[in-house]
């Protein structure tokens, strides 16, 4: 079973930035998409971005393009959501996902594309 850990969460002003780390145990998976989703309050949970086919590519969901930036290391063990110029619309519990089979480029912030999902980790971006 594939194990993913968020970390990084918290509560920032307008303007701030935060890094969330999601710790990716595969144990034997091939993990071909890695990416951060976001559920607020009172709305449909959010793909923000993706990395995939073995890092090289990425791709964002248009409200937070430019701001944000994803990216893993090397091994893929550790992938990363540097958040910057937070607005309180970011406001959400933003979890960690990967996906078990390849996704097209068109469908990575699809979550029906992924199969294991961490427990999530708050973010709050206060006005």
């Known amino acids: 079973q594939v194990q993913l850990v968020e970390s990084g969460g918290g509560s920032v002003q307008t303007g701030g930035s935060l890094t969330l780390s999601c710790a990716v145990s595969?144990?034997?998976?091939?993990?071909?998409?890695l990416a951060w989703f976001r559920e607020a309050p009172g709305k449909e949970r959010e793909g923000v971005a993706a990395i995939y086919t073995g890092g090289r590519y990425t791709s964002y969901a248009a409200s937070v393009k430019g701001r944000f930036t994803i990216s893993q290391d090397g091994a893929g063990i550790t992938m990363y959501l540097q958040m910057n110029s937070l607005k309180p619309e970011d406001t959400a519990i933003y979890y960690c996902?990967?996906?078990?089979?390849?996704?097209?480029?068109?469908?990575?912030?699809?979550?029906?594309?992924?199969?294991?999902w961490g427990q999530g980790t708050q973010v709050t971006v206060s006005s």
């Open positions: 595969n144990y034997g998976y091939i993990l071909y998409s």
């Open positions: 996902v990967a996906a078990r089979f390849p996704v097209d480029s068109d469908s990575v912030l699809s979550e029906v594309k992924y199969h294991f």
